[in-house]
């Protein structure tokens, strides 16, 4: 029987956590962290850095077995764009479960310029596509946890279904996917990949849960016991998301930036929450050779509510922040219903680990404590990338690193963490990587 997960996109935000989640609850498991640190760079390229200072993959590994005492987390440096590369992962370790978060994740990031949203589509639907593929030919029993977006709906006026919604037109009933619509080259590239893992299920029988999850905040969960194990925290206008942005506005600028009207709504849920979905759905997966789709969140807010609640946390630190209502850089509704289907997850026994005062409470600690990291790169937390000012080739403010747009390398990429000289006095290290080598021919 298979004993392996594999986690495309292990280094990143989410990735991380869970791969220390599973390999903590799963020391029998081998967990398979497979990525190209391609967010590092990518971050750097719009001049800015995780404000949480965060190791480099060898150190991470040699701190999570110090805190655990287990050795069963590998990582392997592939580009999963890289076809051969990501049938030959496939190939050694053929496993029972596969988490897909190896994606270009920012919507401000592929509205920079047409060089971008083209990276953006051409590396989601690459690297999708190449998992899929690889995984119906050597792990056809296994379950696909592809991570999608709740932004992939769009803002469609009625109450979004989880799954297939019932429409009848001109007297006959239908059940079909309920209408996407993106509003970013970003979702529309997570749109592309949850036609193709339908279109994959229907063609090769794959087994799989299409995640549409809201939007994620906080630093920590369990098992980040120490700043060896941080994960990634983004405080910029392209890479943040909103209440982490809105903590970091609180302490860098004093006001909180309200887009629009700040009557947008979303759906949020924890970090802490959205790894302990994550585990419940690779815990319980469909019937063999089944599509479902889940949509994971926990609470619906609009801006100017969750501004409201920051600010009231804020004052506990001393912290009395203003709001400025700032122009919206996005193409959106301003005013919106918005309500959503959630039952998979509640039928599988999900509840929230802990409310949204409590994590922010812990975000305003991460930021109050790293706030001299933000540095010159304050005014990037105001909005730098306008939906509408996208249409040129090259923006010269934020330029795609060259290396970016072909497969990248270890050589193209950096080992080290964010902040340089902190691993200073360790570089003796081993890193454990193993970079993966094409099949032969």
Known sequence: M?????IFGADGYIGWPLAVHLGSKHPEKKIVLVDNLATRKLVKSVHTRSLVPIKSMPHRIAAYERATGHHNLEFVFADARDSELVETVFRKHRPESVVHLAQQRSAPFSMIDQEHAMYSELNNVATNMNIVYSMARNAPDAHLLKMGSMGEYGQPGIEIAEGELEIEHKGRKARVMFPLGAGSYYHLSKIFDTFNVKLANKLFDITATDIMQGVV???RTDELVDDELATRFDFDSIWGTLINKYAIQAVALNK????GKGKQKRGFLSL????NCLTLLL?????????RIVNQLDEIYDTLELAEKVQAVGKEYGIDAGLEYVPNPRVEKEEHYYEVETKILPSLGFKRRKNLDVVLHEIFEAVLANKNRIGDAKELIYPTVQWKSGKVNRAPLFKLPKEMLSIVTPADMDYETD?????????????PFEAVKRPSK
Request: aromatic share 10%.
């Open 256 to 259: 909180l930036l309200i887009y």
């Open 283 to 291: 815990e319980n997966p469909p019937k063999n050779g089944d599509y």
């Open 2 to 6: 298979p004993d392996s997960i594999i």
């Open 419 to 431: 902040s340089g000289s902190e691993e200073s006095g360790v570089s003796h290290v081993q890193e």
């Open 272 to 275: 802490y929450d959205s790894i």
């Open 217 to 219: 905040y906080g630093t």
